[in-house]
């Protein structure tokens, strides 16, 4: 069974830095899409970055300069780093992967921004 597991959330002051971390089990074939989303309750859940595997990268207009994503496909992992963090970056934020047959969601992981 396919297991993505996301570590590196936490609680930190306004213009702080987190890194998450996304790692996956036992997923066969090639993962073309790893991204990163996040939900707090009451709204949908949102894009917050996404890599593909010919290099391109997307990003929300809401952490557009403050995040970078990044990925290892030898370990089939992905990250993301969040610098100069705001109240308004509170949520859970969950790591997705695509393969050409089936998408894999993380079980989320929290990110809390002080004010």
């Known amino acids: 069974q396919v297991q993505l597991v996301e570590s590196g959330g936490g609680l930190v002051q306004t213009g702080g830095s987190l890194r998450l971390s996304c790692a996956a089990s036992r997923i066969s074939g090639s993962i073309s899409y790893m991204g990163w989303y996040r939900q707090v309750p009451g709204k949908q859940r949102e894009l917050v970055a996404a890599?593909?595997?010919?290099?391109?990268?997307n990003y929300a207009d809401s952490v557009k300069g403050r995040s970078t994503i990044s990925r290892d496909n030898a370990q089939n992992m992905v990250f993301l780093q969040m610098n100069s963090l705001k109240p308004e970056d509170t949520a859970v934020y969950y790591c997705?992967?695509?393969?050409?047959?089936?998408?894999?969601w993380g079980q989320g992981t929290q990110v809390t921004v002080s004010s």
């Open positions: 890599a593909a595997n010919d290099g391109s990268t």
């Open positions: 997705n992967m695509r393969t050409n047959k089936s998408n894999f």
